[in-house]
């Protein structure tokens, strides 16, 4: 299907870049008689673009063809201008953090949301404000906008989010005699419901285990759950802990029982590096509660039909914030050219290129109101696009304070406790509330 | 003919009669020489190894994120680390791992290199054989012990179900993750060991075990009393280098389990390279880093005198 | 009695012994060792298997230990999927460079150590040895920052200089030299040979099997080189091997095919340098001194 002949693409194009940017750069786009300022780092003569950048990312073949699409549309527009994309597999920041430190970090880098405060906050980036037209943040989707944001002030661009829903076997459904689903989030199926769904398929044994859930090495994703119940995981402030009562020890408890009642595969927990849409694809689950930028590797890869349906609620409706930013960082040498590019790739047209092509919500919010023309599974798709609009304003702030990463890690050691080695609730959550007063230092 | 001997006679020196440089350079050089022989070892050493060591001791007195710059805290990385339970955790998982693969592999490596030491048809294929897992890299030894130790889909359990027996939850249960990591590592080090020790053994004389014979001695004495002894230096050396490899292990463990499940395989290193870029706390994990260097060093030394003192006695 | 033991001297001889079969005790070491040899190779076979069996046999749930057919087709689709001829081409450069840079750098300093005294001697060599005691993720950071400084970043001598120097290395080419008798390079002294002239006409020739060790070892650890390369590189068209299998696990696919077809092809070269070298490498080792 797409991947074979994506790859041979890929290759190429890559090879090109790689070994002969210049020439490509020089030929490919018509330069015409052009000079050799690619090399020019300085940037400022006469205000024209012109410059190279390098921008640092992880991402999925069809989000390096999104990228890479984005740069040749604006290689195109401003002939003097190169953008030298350096895409390294998702390590967990040990890549921008080593190049901060030595004082060459890419001029530009794609950020999680969840990661923006932790690098604005220690002033890695670069305030933008001035290269910004004055309400530029207003056509952004606020909680994504919010999220770029430090003391007021923007530190990156959203180009993206997503979110997470069910996807389903429809076969092994309608097995257990499922064959009707909720055409709504707020007519999701509840807790009870759910849960229901699943002892019955595992009775019936349609497969090895009913469903996983797509949190591995992402303990953040957890939060929903205790959203949807109606707590929080920080105070109103957002200065200490709000988990150590009865709706944060009811939530550990639904989600340990996932694992009592072997519901999910044991290899499932957080610190997993299990990958559920590969099970999901091979039959081993039936059902999975996981991201759309995963449609294409399971449109490729299951043979059975499949679709998606919306995320379980409970008291209320929540689903993952997921997405991404792009920020330009302390070290550039071109801050104009950088803030320029950004200001392209998050322009209308690119974003909407890019979230066609990767699969992703759009981060503009007519873009998201008027919906965009997905190639692949529209209908499907167009679930992910209404969950989007489930995610708690409350959620994305805490997830977007700059010590999250510390509280981020209290939630994976302890919750990996509470799945895997039997430690309870209560004392889960008394863990996970100091792990939090530590971390904000309260 | 001693060195003073030859160093005080100066006409055998093809400077000797030249005047000014060739004739200084003639009579100093064997005192430069060594100093500009060591000398692109010591600037690729002093460059790349001792400062950035100096520069670690000195980030462990500090608190960085890698971000903004260091801020001097003095000794508090240290005390968080003896009152730090994820730390202890981590020492112990470590303990265990190291426990689990040093003197298995070792006696193993032995075993097979004693085995290989004798005239038997195929030797050089079998030594091979043993070898090949020492020249894989970390990442594709790792790559195939997690498909082989999968869940659902690993050839382990499919050749367990083939003899009746129930699959085993190798890498997703906390009681079986470390165990798996053990086996793998067995599989990597055991040629490693096996050659060091067959070049040693093959380096032991016959008329040292010809002598043995006519003394009575054979078997297990004959290698309790006259083939472990004369083995000593080497059994130094193979148990630092397995130690030092079986403390620092990372790439296997981050590759196969990730730490997990829950805190079963998380060991020393991958906590260091979480605490380094996860939690951006590069001090705390400096002060960490310095802590196992020093117990290496002191372990070693330990050892090189208990080896000393037996070879003093035997 | 029977002695069949080997010395240091039978185990050059070439020529196949299979006229002496094994008896008694030897034919249940021998089977021993066979049936050690078979589990030790397994994996390896299984990584063949599964990179040669077409892809939905993987996981229809029917185990076999042989593959229906041969889908070499499987290769030519994981290559295409990254620019893998870029890594090899850098892999195998950085590995032959590197090799002769070690071997230089070690073969000299070695002999150092061993055959001259000198103030500081003794501290320096226990220095750069006990560098194998640092775990390299403390080291990385400063490491990375002096070796931006240098312009080293994403290029070849940027993931050779610092591993250039490898103590281990160091630590074997100095036990071998330390056998070399002393009266050899008396000699060469008191016909005049300059502190060079020594190294060249004396110590090299007799260096062969340290050297083939160092070879095998050095291509061994460049080839499969990780986290150094992971951190100094930062183009995928300067990505070597290993990294390649990394981005071959990716972030969200696991292509149990592709990585082990990758896989199999990445463990070829570092074999062939072995089987080709092998001779000399357990003699090398054996004249390390390690005794």
Redesign the interface.
Known sequence: MRHPTEGRKYSRRAFLKAGGGALAGASVLGLAGCGSNSASKSGSSGGSKSGTLSFLVWAEPAEEKGFRDIIKAYEKKNPKAKIDLQVKPFDNYQTLTTRLAAGNAPDLARIQYQEMGRFSSQGALVDLSSYLPKNYGDAFTPDLWKAVNYQGKPYGVPQHTDTMAIFYNVNMLKKVGVTSFPDSPEKAWTWSQFMNLARKLKKARVAPYPFAVGWQTSAYRWMWFLFQHGGQLLTNNLKGPMIDNPIGVQTIEFTQNFFKENLVPPSTSIKSNEKIESLFSNGTIAMMLNGDWLMPFVQDHLKDPWAVTYMIRDKQTASDLGGNAVAVTKDTKNPELAADFLKFLASPEQIKQFCVTAQFIPSRKKLVQEGLDYKLRPKDMDVFVKQSSTVPPKMAAEQTIPKFGDINQVLEDQLEAAFKTGQSAKATAKNISSGIKQALGS | MNVEQVRRAPATRRAAGGGGFRSWWGRNQRKIVPYLFITPNLVVFTLFMFIPIIGAFYVSLTKWSLIGSPTFIGIENYVQMFTDPNFWKAFYNTFIYTVGTVPTSIALGLLVAMGLNRRLPGRTLLRSIYFVPVIISLVAAALIAAWMFNDNYGVINSLLNAVGLKSVHWLSSATWAMPSLIITTLWIRLGFNMVIYLAALQGISPEVYDAANIDGAKGWKLFRYVTWPLLAPTTFLVLIINIIYSTYVFDLIYVMTGGGPGFSTTVLVQYVYQEAFQQGDMGYASAIGVFLYVLLMVFTLFQWRVTRQGEQAS | ?E??????TE?KTKG???S???RGK?AV??V???L??IV??F??Y??FV?AVRPQDE??NGH?SLFPSHLAWSNFT?AW???????FYINSIAIALIAVVATV???L??G???AK?R?PG?DI?FL??I?????????????????????GL?NSWWGVI?????EA?G?FMVRQFMVSIPDELI?AA????A???GI?RRVILPLSGPVVAVLVIMTF?WR??D??WP??IL?????YTV?LG???M??????D?TG??SM?LL??IP??LV??FF?RY??QG??S????
């Open positions: 009695m002695n069949t033991l080997y010395t240091a185990a196949r012994r299979l002496r079969l094994p030897d070491i021998w021993l060792l066979v050690g040899a030790m190779v994996p390896l299984w990584m599964t993987l996981f185990f689709h295409n999927k990254l620019p893998w001829t870029r230089f750098i070690n000299l300093a002999y150092t150590f001259y000198f001697r320096i220095a750069m006990s560098t194998l005691m640092v775990p390299i993720q403390v080291i990385m950071v400063p490491e990375f920052i002096i070796t931006s400084k240098l970043v200089l610092p591993r250039a120097a281990f160091l008396e002294r008191l016909d005049g300059s502190e060079f190294f061994m080839w499969n990780f986290a992971l951190v930062q183009n995928q068209s300067s290993p299998l990394n981005l696990k990716g972030q969200y696919f696991t149990w990585i082990m896989g990445s463990i570092i074999l072995f089987v092998q490498f357990i080792i054996a390390t001194g390690l005794k």
